[in-house]
C-alpha cells in the first residue's frame, strides 16, 4: 500500500470508529492511521426524568382505637299469658257452681280465674281433666297448664306441654304456644333456638302478624348473638308499624339504637336514643343514654355538641366511665386541634390509665406536624402502643413524617414495621403503596417495582392509575423499556396533571428509543415539543436525525429555534457539519463556544483534528496536561498529542506520548492498541528493527481487539510487501485469513490484489476463483473484477466471458458494473470475437467513467479497430498520445501506435514510435525488448535484413519471455533471420 505524504487519523470513541473520510460510520482501518480511543463510552442518551410526583397517602379515616360497648339496659320481657279469657260473674262468685252448670266451658273458667289470682295449684286441678275434652277446651288448657309449669320452673314440661300447641290450627294458640317456647328457651339461654323456632313461626305467619312480645324476644335473641342485619331487619319492622306506648315498644327502640351504632349507622342510633331518652327520667338510664349520645355526636363529627354534653353531665358519671368520658373529651378537642385544651386534658388522666395511649394515639393521628405545637409533640413521641392496630397507624404516621422530612432510610423501616404487623388493616395497602414511594426515593428501584406490581395484582382500585404510573417510573429508571410502555399504554392519562402527562410522555419517547422504535419516538418527542414546549424533547429530536445520519435535517431543524439554542443542540450541529464534511462551518460553530468549556473538549479535538490544526491541538491539549486531570481523560489527551505528532510526521514525538498514556492503562485490549500505535509511528519514522519488535509484543499478548489485528496484518504485509518479500506479505495475509472471521474476505481480496500488483496473474487468477462465505454482493464484485484483469492476462479468455456474464446478467446491482463490462469486452477480443468487443466498449465509453477505464476503453476500441482492419478508424479513436501519460497507459498506448502505423504502411513512423518505448525511462524492462523484438519484425518483414539483425542482437530474450507468447515470438524470428541469412 502506497504511503501519500501526511497520513490522516481514525479517531474512536469506545467501540465506535471515528473517521474523516466518513465521520459518523464506521469504516475499515487502513494501516497508515493510529488509533485513538478513549476511557469513556458514548451512550446513546434517553430522557431523564427530572421530577416525579410523589402522592404520600394517609389513612383515609383513621381508626378509632377505642370503641365502647352500648350495654342493652333491663331486658325485661312479658313472662304471662294475655288475659283475653272472660272470667264470669257466677265463677268469681261460686267457682264450683260455675263448673256445675257450665261444664267443662266453666271449669276452664275456673282454672284461669285462679291462675290470674296466682293459686297455681287449684288452677292446676281444675284444668288437668280437660286435656280429654275437645281441641275448643283442650288447647287452651293445656297452654295454661304450660304457664303453670313454666312459672314453678319446670322447663321441660312446660316446653312438653306446648309442644302440642305450637301445631294447632288456632292461629292465636299456636302463636301464643310458641312465644312461650321461645320464653323458655330464652330463660335457659339458649338464643339459637328462640331464632330457630320464631324463624318456623314466619313460615306460617308474617312478621307483621308476630305479636309484639314475640318481635320482642326474636330480637333481643338475635342481638345476643351479633345477628345484626337480622335484628335490624326485626326492629324496622316493628319502629316502622304502629306505635305503642308500651315498655316492649322502647325496649325494641332502644335496641334498634344499639344496632346502628354496631353497623356504625351513627346518625340513626343517635337520633333514636334521643327518642328513648324521653320516655325514662330515672337518673342512672339518664346518665347511661347521655354517656351513648356523647360518643355518637363525636363519632358524627359533631364535637362542639359532644363536648357540652360532656361538660354538663361529667360530674353525675361514676368512676366507671370518668377516664373513658375524659379520653372522649380528649378526642373531641383533638378533632378541633385546640392542643392547649388537649394537653390540659391530657393531663387529667392517669399515666396507667388504658385510655392514656389510646389518648396519645389520637393525639399523635392528628398532630402530623411536630412544629405546630411541639411540647406537646415531643410529651407523646416515646409512648410506647401495645394494640396491634395502634402500633400499625403510628408506624404508617412515623413513616410519613420521616418521608417528608427526606428521612427516607427511616421511613423505610417505618412503613416496613407497619407492613409487619397487621396485613388485615384496610390500610395495609396504604402503607405498602408509601413503601414503594420511599423506595423511588432511595433509587431501591427493582424493590419499588416489587410493591406496585404486587399492588396492581391486589387491586388497589382507588389508586390505580398511580400505581401504574409509579410502577412505570421505577421500570423506567432500571432501562425495562418494554415492561415500561406496556405499562404506559395501560395508562389513562386524561387523569394525570400537565406536568405528569409531560413526564409520561418522556418515559414513553425514551423507552422507544431503548427498543430502537426511533420513529415512535421521534413521533412522541414531537407531540411533548408542540404541547409542552419542552427544549429537551426538541434535542432528542435532533439526536434522532443524527443517529438516523439525516445531518441536513439536524441543521435545518436547530436553525429554525434560534430561541433554543442548548448547548447539547450546538454540539449536534457541529457534529453534523463535521459528518457533511463542512470543517471550516464546524470549527466556526466551534469557536462560539468558551475554550473553558470542558463538556465539549474531546469534540474540539475532533473539529481541530478535521480542520488539521494539529499544532493547536498540541498547544491546547499540552496546557490541560498541566491540570489535575482523572487518569481517563489524561490518558484520552496523551492518545491525542500522539495523533497530532504523528499528523504533523513527528513519529518520534508520536512515540514518545503513546509510551506515557502506557502507564495509565490496565484494560488489555486498550493496551494492545497503544502498543500498536507506538509500532505504527517507529515503521513511519524508519525504525524498521523497533517496529518488528513492537508488532511481536503486540502479537504476544492475550488479548488483541479484532480491528488492531487486521491493521497489524495489514501493516505487516505491507511493510513486506515494500521491502520485496512478497511471498512473506502474502504469507502474513494467508495465516490471518485462516485463523480469523473479523475483516476476512475484506484480507482475502488484498492477497489477490498483492498477487495481481506484482504481476503473478496466475496465483491472482486462483485466488479470485475462491468464493468466501462471508462475502457481501460488493466484495463478491471486487473479487470477480480482480478474476477478470487477472485471467485475461494469462490469456482465459473463455473462463472470463462464462464467470462476468453470469454476473451482469444474473445480479442487478451496479457497483462496478462499467468495469465488468470493460473486463467482459476485453475477454472478447482475447477470443478473437473483436465486433461483439467493439459493439460493447463503444457503449461503454458513452458511460460516466473514471478516468483510467475511460482511457483503457478508448484503447480497447483502436485495439478492436486494428484486428478488424480498419487502422485509419484505429488511429481515430486512440487519439493523441499525450493524454495517457496522466494514466499510466502511455507505453501500451506507444505499442498500440506503432502496430496502426505498420497497417498503414507508415514503416519509419513505426520505428520512431517504437524506439521511443525503448529509450523512455518509465518503460519496464520487458517493453523495451518488446518493442525490439517488434521492430526486428517489422525490418524483416520489409526485407531490411541488416537493421532486423542488428536490433535482434540488443533482444533480452529472458525480458520477452516474460509476455505471454514472447519466447514463442523470439524463437521464430530468430528462424527466420537464420533462413534470410543463409539464403544471402
Known sequence: MKQTGRCLPVVLLILLVFALDHIAHAEELKPHNVIVRTAFKEVSRTPVIKSHSFDLLTPEIMQEPYLPKF????????????????????????????????????????????????????????????????????????????????????????????????RSNNKHLASEATYLTALVY??????????????????????????????????????????????????????????????????????????????????ASLKKLLRVKRYNSHPAYQYAVNRQIAWLLYLGGNYSRALSILNAENIHYSNQYRDELQYLKLACLVRQKNWPAVKSTLGNLNGSSVFYPYSVFQIRSYLKNPKEHPNLFQQISNQVFNLLEMKFYVAILDGNLFFKQNRHQKAEAAFLKALSIDSRSPDYLVAQYNMGLTHLKLRQYQ?????????????????VEQVRYHLAYSLYQQAKAAEALHIISALNTATFNRSQQAELLMMKAGSQLQVRKNKLASQTFSDIWSRFKNPESLEFIIQILYDQQQYKQVLELANQHPDHQSHTLRLYKIKSLLALRLFKEAQFAMDQISAEDEQVTELRLKVWAANEKYKQIIKYVSRLLNTSLLPQKRLYYYLSLGNAFFNLQQYRDSKIQFFRSLNLVEEP?????????????????????????????VLQRKQIPDDIRYNLTLLLAEFYQKTNKIAQSDRIYREYEQKHAYNQTSIHIKRIRLWYQNQNFNKCSELSREKMVTENIYQRRDRLIMFGYCTNNIQRPVAVIKKIKTETEETSDTYRLNELHFILAQAYAGTAQYSRSLTLAKNLIKQSLNNVVRKDTQLLISHNLLKLKKPQKANIELGKIDQYRSTGQY?????????????????????RTLLRIYYLPESTNADRHLALLRLSEGYLAERDLKSAQKHFKMIDPAAVGKEIGGTQRYTSLKKSLKKRHIKS
Open 447 to 463: 424493590a419499588a417495582e416489587i410493591d406496585f406490581s404486587d399492588l396492581l395484582k391486589i387491586g388497589f382500585e382507588k389508586k
Open 71 to 166: 350495654a342493652f339496659s333491663g331486658a325485661h320481657v312479658p313472662e304471662d299469658f294475655p288475659q283475653n279469657i272472660e272470667i264470669s260473674g257466677l265463677t268469681k262468685f261460686s267457682p264450683t257452681l260455675s263448673r256445675f252448670f257450665r261444664g267443662p266451658a266453666g271449669q276452664l273458667e275456673n282454672g284461669a280465674f285462679f291462675y290470674q289470682r296466682h293459686q297455681l295449684n287449684q288452677a292446676e286441678a281444675n284444668l288437668l281433666p280437660l286435656i280429654t275434652q275437645s281441641k275448643i277446651i283442650r288447647e287452651p288448657a293445656i297452654l295454661y297448664l304450660a304457664w303453670i309449669k313454666y312459672k314453678e320452673k319446670l322447663w321441660k314440661e312446660s316446653l312438653k306441654l306446648t309442644g302440642y300447641i305450637t
Open 186 to 267: 330464652y330463660k335457659q339461654q339458649q338464643y339459637r333456638k328462640v331464632i330457630t323456632l320464631s324463624e318456623q313461626l314466619k313460615t306460617r305467619i308474617s312478621l307483621n302478624s308476630f305479636s309484639l312480645k314475640q318481635k320482642y324476644i326474636y330480637l333481643i335473641s338475635l342481638v345476643k348473638r351479633g345477628f345484626w342485619e337480622e335484628a335490624r331487619q326485626v326492629s324496622e319492622n316493628v319502629i316502622s308499624g304502629p306505635i305503642y306506648h308500651i315498655k316492649p315498644y322502647y325496649k325494641i327502640v332502644e335496641l334498634s339504637a344499639l344496632i346502628d351504632y354496631e353497623q356504625k349507622s351513627y346518625t
Open 891 to 911: 507505453t501500451q498506448s506507444l505499442h498500440l501506435l506503432g502496430e496502426i502505423q505498420f497497417q498503414l504502411k507508415q514503416y519509419h513512423k513505426a520505428h
Open 669 to 697: 485490549e486498550l493496551k494492545s492498541l497503544i502498543y500498536y500505535n507506538i509500532a505504527l509511528s517507529s515503521y513511519y519514522y524508519g525504525d524498521h528493527t523497533s517496529f518488528l519488535n513492537e508488532v511481536n509484543l
